[in-house]
């Protein structure tokens, strides 16, 4: 049996977690390739025109796996929990796809739990162990194992990232889900332009989870996303200590679309670029956006210098 | 002390439930929102962030305009959506632009026990007293409840009045007694006396009808100047209007377990917002054999986009037409036009080759 592992959306916040999970089980798995300009057209035309980026990205990953595996892994998150609720869309996907492709036999494996809740998480995946026939003591070892390498390497991430807040170039915080800016087709490719202009990129979302949750209130009272809260929660972490933020979204992300606005009404302090990413702009364009950017930070750092 | 002027956006016709409950209920004057015009929504969208959805705007546009007619307390909602983070967004913009309003964001009391609510709710009037809403409260719902019965049996005759504007005469008049209601009694003798002046106008209406059925999103479908009067016009071309949406089938009396259970063929998990509901009543249509289904939704609203995939699905299994709109600030009343009547024509010779 082959299980199919979709490289969009959750998948850039759980890989560790899933990959780990079935490996320690003995579950062959295949992943859908990096994002090109062949699954985002394919996911496009299976979705409704007004859906967001990110998820006719997360469709044209489904595609591409269709014929290729037995079972297609798409985890449902739920409504509600303490740390906050998630977009409607995480609700949906499952049903959306299931939908979607009723005509192309397709087999879906699933697991439904709220975000963060650790012992609902866990009983979801010993459900899921269930499914995939491996005895109860199999998937607890296998989920522990995997929640390890899942911690490790979300610890790793934020002392790298600890360490490039240390370099001495200009600093950019970028805040953008983790499934837009870490695709490599419409996320990486702001990365290298940020990169290329000699500053660092610094990534909201790596920010350390418990503390983030923590801290989004001082921004944001009533915010309600979970993803947002921890998006919002890494500015008060980061901000001193970078010079400008960017803030990242995929056409038209609804939660994003009061957020960004929000954010740009309450933060002052700071440079702020509002980039909205539809998947149709070219390289150039985004390029002359970004360099303006630095060049406003880089031209008022200069004149700070020169006061003091 | 300033007396206490508070408002709620616009909804259909609920302002004057909504009257009642501020006026008897929480002890304060009521400002009702001004009407919807192209100003409200032009006011509304040059404050707004571009991609936030529709009735984001028209809310912001409304509490400017109740502002300008003399509100000083502004009242928002939580909900299941981005319904749930308008109000902080709303109350910044709206003191960013300089008015000095008392902002009740009841987002900030969601989901908590009913006392941390009713905190929340003195926020409008720290006067306020229980016993009051209590009276008032059965007496309020009844009137949504009372109100949406009438509506209903409107949409589905008024299309075939034999004096035109009947209807709307007898339902203007309606709404007028009614902000006069105080009490049980007078708000169903009210109801009576109306219906018995509905059931009364003269109507010539064929005996097999075209029916369509109105599926979507809560305020869009529910707010006539915000999808163009869509209900209207489709009266006006001779057809049955079915709507199920309303506050008393989801606010007052919502059956998501045997809506979860009706649906299950088509969505395996629950989801938020409107989107279960839109499944469900384009299953019931189709099943009843209506002649078509109209969905609406303001641009980007996730849940409703997300519906659509499974109405398609819908639409081939059961043979019914749908017709969708997207609705934003810009949308154009020619290019709404002509799709609706490419979908009047479609229907009306299905109809007859049924025959």
Known sequence: ?308 | MEEIKASYPQLGNYCTPLELLFTEGFDVKYIVPPPITKKTLALGSRYSPDYVCAPFKYHLGNFIETIEAGANTLVQTGGVCRLQYYGELHEQILQDLGYRVNFVNMSKVQDTNPLTFYNGLKEINPQMSLQKIGKILPIVLKMFEYIDEAENFIRKNIGFESNKGAFEKVHADFLGDLRRVRKKKELKNTYRDYMKLFKGIEINKPADPLKVGIIGEYYTIMEPFSNHYLEKELAQMGIVVDRWMNVTNTLIHYPKKQIQKRIKNYAEYPWVATSMATIDRALEFARKGYDGIIHVKSFGCTPEIDAMPILQNISKDYKIPILYFTFDTQTSETGFNTRLEAFYDMIIMRKETKK
């Open chain 1, 1 to 308: 049996m082959i299980i199919g592992i979709p490289r969009a959306l959750l998948y850039h916040k759980y890989k560790h977690l899933w990959k780990s999970f079935f490996k320690e089980l003995g579950i062959d798995y295949i992943l859908s390739p990096d994002t090109n300009k062949e699954i985002l057209r394919k996911g496009s035309a299976y979705s409704i025109d007004e859906s967001c980026l990110s998820s006719k990205i997360y469709l044209g990953h489904v595609e591409w796996l269709l014929d290729k595996c037995d079972y297609i892994l798409i985890p449902r998150f739920s409504d509600y929990s303490r740390n906050g609720t998630v977009c409607p869309k995480f609700l949906a996907i499952y049903d959306v796809v299931a939908n979607i492709f009723r005509d192309r036999s397709i087999n879906l494996l699933s697991y439904s739990i709220n975000p963060k809740v650790t012992h609902v998480e866990m009983a979801a995946f010993l459900k899921l162990g269930k499914i995939l026939n491996k005895k109860k003591s199999q998937s607890l070892y296998a989920y522990l194992n995997a929640k390890q390498v899942e911690k490790k390497a979300h610890l790793l991430e934020i002392t790298e990232q600890e360490r490039l807040l240390q370099e001495n170039k200009l600093k950019i915080l970028v805040l953008a889900h983790r499934y837009n800016i870490f695709d490599k087709y419409i996320g990486e490719p702001i990365l290298n332009i940020l990169r290329e202009q000699e500053t660092v990129p610094i990534i909201g979302d790596i920010a350390p989870q418990k503390e983030a949750i923590a801290n989004y209130a001082q921004i944001s009272e009533t915010l309600p996303w979970v993803c947002n809260r921890e998006l919002v929660g890494s500015i008060p972490i980061y901000k001193d200590r970078v010079d400008g933020i960017i803030l990242m979204s995929a056409f038209p992300c609804g939660p994003d679309s009061l957020v960004n606005e929000i954010l740009i009404r309450r933060i002052k302090d700071k440079p702020i670029l509002n980039l909205m990413i539809d998947g149709q702009e070219g390289k150039a364009g985004m390029e002359t956006r970004l360099e303006s950017f630095i060049d406003i930070i880089r031209f008022k750092k200069d004149e700070q210098n020169g006061r003091n």
